[in-house]
């Protein structure tokens, strides 16, 4: 079964650096998600992107955060200025229309 | 809004024994719902869908709107049942992408 790919599995970073998580969604998908995980609370949406635009975002999802699809294969997720509280598994998911997500392994992002 | 709740953090069952794992739900109107599974160190999957009425690994869930419940049962545990297991709600935007509300999981353990 093909997969989700994240790169890499775990960063640790300053509080106030940028940090840049890397996905590479399954190659005929066309919607593209970030969700994130707090350790010990539930799986958060943080937003979705299709046709080369952000379709829906959450609240989470502030000036802080960004995604970009530089080229035909990377999904990024990019904090530019991290917070404590940014600390968190965050998944990378894509699907095709009305077909069921597939989610990749996740990065564990951990700000000191 | 949107709200899924599973009230059991943790669920200890013995091997061979039934398992009940618990969702409520919230949404006006007519749902779908999913259950997800994450075993140790894999990523997120989905395990089945209320809407295929199918059963996967021996697991069932039914949808009662009256109770507004999508309890997820097996009838016989075994041991490669223990993961983290999560209900979730699909909304499905204009675009055609797919934000799943996660509850916040149950982890179920099977005993030997």
């Known amino acids: 079964e093909p997969e989700v790919t994240q790169t890499p599995s775990h960063q640790v970073t300053q509080m106030g650096q940028e940090v840049i998580l890397r996905c590479v969604p399954i190659?005929?998908?066309?919607?593209f998600y970030w969700y994130r995980q707090i350790l010990g609370q539930k799986v958060e949406f943080l937003v979705s992107?299709?046709?080369?635009?952000?379709?829906?975002k959450s609240e989470i999802f502030d000036d802080q955060f960004s995604v970009e699809r530089p080229d035909g294969s990377n999904f990024t997720l990019k904090i530019r200025s991290t917070k404590l509280e940014d600390s968190a598994m965050y998944f990378c998911a894509s699907n095709r229309v009305n077909e069921k997500l597939f989610f990749g392994s996740g990065t564990q992002l951990s700000v000191l | 809004a949107q709200r899924v709740t599973q009230p059991e953090k943790l669920l200890s069952v013995f091997k061979g024994a039934p398992v009940e794992l618990k969702c409520n739900y919230s949404y006006s109107g007519s749902p779908e719902l999913f259950w997800y599974v994450q075993y140790s160190r894999q990523r997120l999957q989905l395990l089945l869908r209320?809407?295929s009425r199918e059963s996967i690994k021996g697991f069932t869930a039914d949808l009662n709107k009256g109770e507004t419940s999508f309890h997820l049962k097996k009838p016989f545990a075994q041991e490669e049942d223990s993961a983290m297991y999560y209900c979730?709600?699909?909304?499905?935007?204009?675009?055609?992408?797919?934000?799943?509300?996660f509850g916040t999981g149950t982890r179920l353990t099977i005993i030997p």
């Open positions: 190659s005929n998908h066309l919607y």
């Open positions: 979730a709600l699909p909304f499905i935007s204009n675009f055609g992408n797919e934000k799943l509300t």
């Open positions: 992107f299709y046709n080369n635009e952000i379709s829906e």
């Open positions: 209320h809407i």
